[in-house]
């Protein structure tokens, strides 16, 4: 099950008052930036670097936080890509701005200078860097992106398509609902196990008395989405996680399931600067 650790003792991470960075991406000048909710211009609840203006936070707001983590990150926020997620597993690859807003849960940028981005609260958002090909990719990963297998799908069209070796792929797990708080039922359960067999092992029964009649089972995304990575032949040493739970974390994290509908929306971030 995930370790969960404090995020400034992560030795691999880099923590600023804004977003988080693995070490990792300065080596090879690489954006990699998973934003914490301090920092930005929203108020209560949304307080204060919300990306979402889907919950009640007005436009104007949440595109002043796209400037101040622009700022930060020292690129253009009109070079941030993101879309409507729609917990599927659509993955779009582009190598320009797209000119019509996208419907898909990861981002494939083949181009320097663009920035895949994705929202989350309690997902797993995962991001992808090749320094050799110079690919990034942005996935939003939650229960139903598992079930599709969608982190799958997006390294074997990197390896296949893009020709990425996958000794050569960097991952970043990011802020995600550790299985603490992730208490999930047989609606989650079944199609997961169906899809994947394997994930009963990172799925434990809650610490009650009735636990066997009641059918539920804390799962771990981030140790399920890890696991997917080093079957695919990513090496541990390639993958770098945050291992902060989302809702544990109130100060620096967005959960939908701590805060409901009127939650915010974290950001993660990734590309190459253009030389
Ligand atoms: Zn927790």
């Known amino acids: ?15 600023t008052k804004t977003a988080y960075m693995p070490k990792v991406a300065e080596l090879y000048d690489a954006v990699m930036a998973f934003s914490l909710r301090t920092g930005g211009c929203s108020s209560a609840p949304y307080e204060s670097l919300n990306f979402s203006s889907m919950n009640g936070d007005t436009e104007t707001n949440v595109s002043k936080n796209f400037q101040i983590l622009s700022d930060y990150l020292g690129i253009e926020s009109s070079r941030i890509i993101t879309c409507d997620q729609e917990h599927g597993d659509n993955v779009v690859i582009l190598d320009h701005p797209p000119e019509t807003s996208l419907k898909a849960d990861a981002i494939i940028a083949t181009n320097s200078g663009l920035y895949p981005a994705i929202k989350t609260a309690d997902c797993l958002p995962i991001l992808i860097i090749d320094p050799t090909v110079k690919i990034a990719a942005a996935v939003h990963a939650g229960w139903r992106g598992a079930v599709l297998r969608i982190l799958r799908k997006v390294i074997l069209i990197l390896s296949e398509d893009y020709q990425c070796e996958k000794d050569n792929l960097i991952v970043a797990l990011g802020p995600a609902i550790g299985s603490c708080c992730y208490e999930v039922d047989q609606i989650v359960l079944e199609p997961l196990f169906s899809a994947i067999p394997w994930a009963m092992k990172f799925t434990k029964p809650p ?11 804390h799962l771990d995304l981030v140790a399920i989405n890890h696991h997917e990575l080093v079957r695919l032949g990513i090496p541990s040493r390639n993958i770098h996680s945050a291992q902060i739970c989302t809702s544990c974390s109130k100060d620096m994290h967005y959960s939908f399931r701590r805060d409901g509908k009127s939650s915010g929306r974290g950001l993660a971030i990734t590309g190459f600067k253009p030389n």
């Open 207 to 217: 610490d009650t008395a009735f636990k066997h009649s009641s059918g539920k089972r």
């Open 1 to 15: 099950m995930m370790k969960k650790v404090n995020l400034y003792e992560n030795s691999e991470f880099i923590v």
